[in-house]
């Protein structure tokens, strides 16, 4: 294995693995850390965690785990990935990790760039878009578990890190990855060994990733893993997961647990025609559904049935004032991941889940250990087989996919275009 990733959540691993198959690379994504040795034949190994919103020592704890691990496989360089919008709160996530990872490494420079133009998250002058607003106007403003209400990630990461935090303009990584290069040393030279690096094209994340070649360490969203597969291997390239996939046929089920505007659009999208069940805070808290009886109604209605939990921020808020955010995070996680395990023993083998917290709760419930990648149903968020399991999936971070993004992910997932 050469190149060896550990993600925060298992949503933006399986974006990662995406682009990095798209690129020519053999990938496996992992749930948790492996117990046993990697495949022999993958040339990248995904370890996906569930580490963005839990307590940073226990993050650090679980990330370090996942660096040993890979570097045991051989890993010549290890990449940290967490989400394009940077979610986390002013003590970590994010920070904490990168300086946990870089003692481990033995070394201090690491770059950081969330940016991932296809999905339209941008790095201008150290700031983060999403599409053409900042971050703190995006809507991320109002997420759960980690609102983003400042767009600086030089200025948010500097919260979370000992290290002195640097910055690498647009107009110097438009010269290419050599000037990348001597920016990011000198920057590091100066006492600022995290160098938040600006990029609005995909051209600009592929430079970053040729200037990364020899540093131990890279960090950022999963657009800047375009760049590092051409540094890992030679002229062949492995199979595009698009001509090996066949998909199943069968029962299906759509969960989401996302808040975001792009998930609840898609919602009323599905919603205006087909099968669909709100759940709100109040019902699960208050066993008024249960896991029992939402996949009862899921599996005995006709055509394919969403269950959500998916309110606008003043209704997620007075649930959370009323319970307390973690307790209302974590009984939602659990309702969903218990759901998922009741559709799939009623027979669902195609299951589509929305958020980040959601889909790695559904993972987890499931005891899935090892993923496939399958071709990309939208940017950032591929078709995925269970190994060993008659079960694909999407697992898609609550702002990727259009408004048809459901359906098209039901085609995918058997098969069809």
């Known amino acids: 294995m050469k190149l060896g990733c550990i993600g925060d959540d298992f949503t933006g691993s399986s974006d990662l693995a995406n682009v990095l198959a798209k690129e020519g690379m053999r990938v496996t994504q992992f749930t948790g850390v492996p117990r046993g040795p990697a495949p022999a034949d993958i040339d990248a190994g995904v370890v996906a965690l569930k580490s963005r919103t839990i307590p940073a020592d226990e993050a650090v704890q679980l990330s370090l785990e996942a660096l040993d691990w890979l570097r045991a496989q051989g890993c010549e360089q290890i990449f940290f990935k967490y989400c394009s919008t940077f979610d986390s709160t002013p003590e970590g996530n994010i920070g904490p990790v990168i300086d946990a990872l870089l003692d481990r490494l033995g070394t201090e420079t690491a770059i950081v760039c969330p940016a991932f133009p296809a999905t339209g998250r941008s790095v201008y002058q150290g700031h983060l878009f999403v599409n053409d607003r900042l971050l703190s106007d995006s809507g991320m403003e109002n997420h759960p578990l980690t609102p983003m209400t400042d767009a600086d990630i030089r200025r948010v990461l500097a919260r979370q890190t000992r290290r002195g935090v640097g910055h690498v303009p647009a107009s110097t990584v438009f010269e290419g990855a050599e000037a990348i290069g001597d920016a990011v040393a000198a920057e590091a030279g100066a006492g600022r060994p995290l160098v938040v ?41 492995a199979v ?3 001509e090996s996939w066949t998909g199943l046929s069968g029962p299906a089920a759509l969960l989401a647990g996302s808040a975001s505007r792009m998930t609840r659009a898609q919602i009323a999208r599905w919603a205006d025609g087909n099968p669909a069940r709100e759940i709100t805070a109040d019902d699960v808290m208050q066993d008024r559904v249960t896991p029992d009886t ?5 599996l005995s209605c006709e055509g394919t049935m969403l269950l959500y939990s998916s309110a606008d921020p003043e209704t997620v808020k007075d649930a959370q004032d009323r319970y307390g955010r973690e307790v209302v995070a974590g009984r939602l996680e659990a309702f969903f991941a218990a759901t998922a395990r009741k559709l799939v023993e009623g027979g669902v083998t195609r299951l589509v889940t929305a958020g980040g917290e959601t889909s790695g709760a559904v993972v987890e419930g499931l005891d899935i250990t090892t993923l496939r990648i399958g071709p990309e149903i939208a940017p950032g968020v591929p078709a995925v087989a269970a190994e060993g399991r008659e079960l694909v999936l999407a697992l898609k971070s609550g702002n990727f996919g259009d408004e048809d993004f459901f ?6 997932l058997e098969g069809r275009t």
């Not at 990733?209 to 657009?223: C, F, I, N």
């Not at 359906?407 to 995918?412: F, H, R, S, V």
């Open 197 to 237: 690096v600006d990029a609005i094209r995909d051209a600009d994340l592929r430079q970053i990733g040729r200037a990364a070649r020899d540093l131990s360490l890279v960090t950022g969203g999963s657009g800047v893993a375009l760049g590092l597969p051409a540094n890992h291997l030679g002229t062949d390239r």
């Open 240 to 242: 595009p997961p698009s």
């Open 294 to 298: 939402a996949a009862a109604e899921a």
């Open 407 to 412: 359906a098209k992910a039901l085609a995918t």
